[in-house]
């Protein structure tokens, strides 16, 4: 077993600060646009790319837009007299991952500026911080009965297990999640399979980056013993945030984050079973031991040695490659539809064309429209974009 990741996967948090008139108005059309063709509406403001959804977010947010895949979700209020946390943001594991936490905090507050959007000291409340290890394991076997889950008083003669959820297919366990946001959880899962299912491919990049910076060989994706991943996942929603630090300012991320996450892993243990019937007594996996190592080091200095462009450039051609697939599956229907046959594929690229041919020619401002909205959604993909 070997980690190949670990970092931070998600930070939610809420800014002391207003939306000025100026992006208030931007804002408004561009909802406004948004709900009339039921799809974001993508604008500039001061420069800064935004793609205003239709609808806003629960506590009050009017407005949620989007920075694309390594950037963030973010919620905004509409200046009210006495409220003066009218900003939130989510940031993006992607985005976590290519510029670390240093680096997400110094470009939260240059979006804000660039928008005009001024934060005092100190007026920042951290809502949810979610930490992972990525953790190579060809073998392993994920056996939902061998979590061992203390009492909060830590008493093993009087545990109280944590709600515990499990997912898996055909008999094999492909997650177990210990606990409920938005208090505390802590998760396994297959971290190999989600990449795969949910057509993540940075994360190919992000391992084989940080194994390239070793001296390793890359992660074959297709072998499936070899490049088999499993992440130990910890969460801290609002409420654990609130009980545990009393504060949620940058400076308890920093003080007290580690000995957060190391407690958690204290509480809620992966362990080997032995016929010691006292469950505590059981010693951790090597999968824990290595979690727990990762953990007692420095939090905030691990950030993947890729370049940002690198992985815009992959999600493009990932992107290109998922539409190629569609517009051949599209043609063959198409074809057939039309009346040739399979004999005839040879035909269909000619057809095809002089179908194209035909709607631009007997439609181009309706074509031209049609690129300038997907000209929009590639605007976060561009090499140089935010």
């Known amino acids: 077993m070997k980690v190949i990741y670990r970092g931070f996967?998600?930070?939610?948090?809420?800014?002391?600060?207003?939306?000025?008139?100026?992006?208030?108005?931007?804002l408004e059309e561009a909802k406004e646009r948004a709900g009339r063709e039921m799809r974001p509406a993508v604008v500039k403001h001061r420069g800064v790319p935004l793609a205003v959804a239709e609808t806003g977010a629960r506590g009050g947010y009017a407005f949620r837009c989007d920075t694309g895949p390594d950037g963030a979700t973010w919620f905004f209020k509409r200046p009210r007299r006495g409220d003066t946390w009218g900003v939130r943001v989510s940031v993006k594991s992607l985005t976590l991952a290519l510029h670390g936490l240093g680096g997400v905090r110094a470009r939260l507050y240059e979006f804000m500026e660039s928008l005009g959007i001024a934060v005092p000291p100190g007026g920042e409340s951290i809502g949810r911080v979610d930490y992972a290890v990525d953790i190579l394991?060809?073998?392993?076997?994920?056996?939902?009965?061998?979590?061992?889950?203390?009492?909060?008083?830590?008493?093993a003669d009087h545990m109280e297990p944590e709600p515990m959820t499990r997912h898996g297919t055909s008999g094999r366990v492909?997650?177990?999640?210990?606990?409920?946001?938005p208090n505390r959880q802590v998760i396994v899962y297959d971290k190999r399979r989600e990449v795969i299912d949910k057509h993540k491919v940075q994360w190919w990049e992000i391992w084989n980056a940080v194994r390239a910076?070793?001296?390793e060989p890359p992660l074959d994706?297709?072998?499936?013993?070899g490049s088999q991943v499993w992440r130990v996942e910890l969460r801290a929603g609002k409420d654990h945030?609130?009980?545990?630090?009393?504060?949620?300012?940058w400076a308890d991320l920093d003080d007290k984050l580690g000995s957060l996450l190391l407690k958690a892993l204290k509480e809620v243990r992966y362990a080997i079973p032995k016929t010691d019937t006292n469950r505590s007594r059981w010693p951790d996996h090597p999968i824990w031991t290595l979690a727990r190592q990762e953990v007692e080091g420095d939090l905030f200095e691990m950030m993947c040695p890729l370049d940002p462009h690198a992985i815009r450039e992959v999600l493009r051609s990932e992107y290109a490659d998922l539409l190629g697939g569609q517009l051949a599956g599209l043609s063959a229907t198409y074809a057939i539809a039309l009346g040739l046959s399979p004999l005839d594929s040879h035909k269909v690229p000619e057809t095809i064309g002089k179908v194209l041919r035909w709607v631009i020619a007997t439609y181009?401002?309706?074509?031209?429209?049609?690129?300038?909205?997907?000209?929009e959604r590639f605007v976060f993909l561009e090499p140089g974009g935010r």
């Open 9 to 26: 996967d998600g930070l939610d948090v809420a800014f002391q600060g207003r939306v000025p008139l100026d992006l208030l108005d931007v």
């Open 137 to 155: 394991a060809p073998g392993f076997t994920l056996e939902p009965a061998h979590f061992v889950m203390h009492s909060h008083a830590g008493r």
């Open 174 to 181: 492909t997650s177990v999640t210990v606990g409920k946001m």
């Open 213 to 215: 910076a070793r001296g």
């Open 221 to 225: 994706p297709k072998d499936k013993d």
């Open 241 to 249: 945030l609130k009980k545990q630090w009393g504060g949620k300012t």
């Open 364 to 375: 181009p401002e309706e074509f031209h429209r049609k690129m300038l909205r997907a000209e």
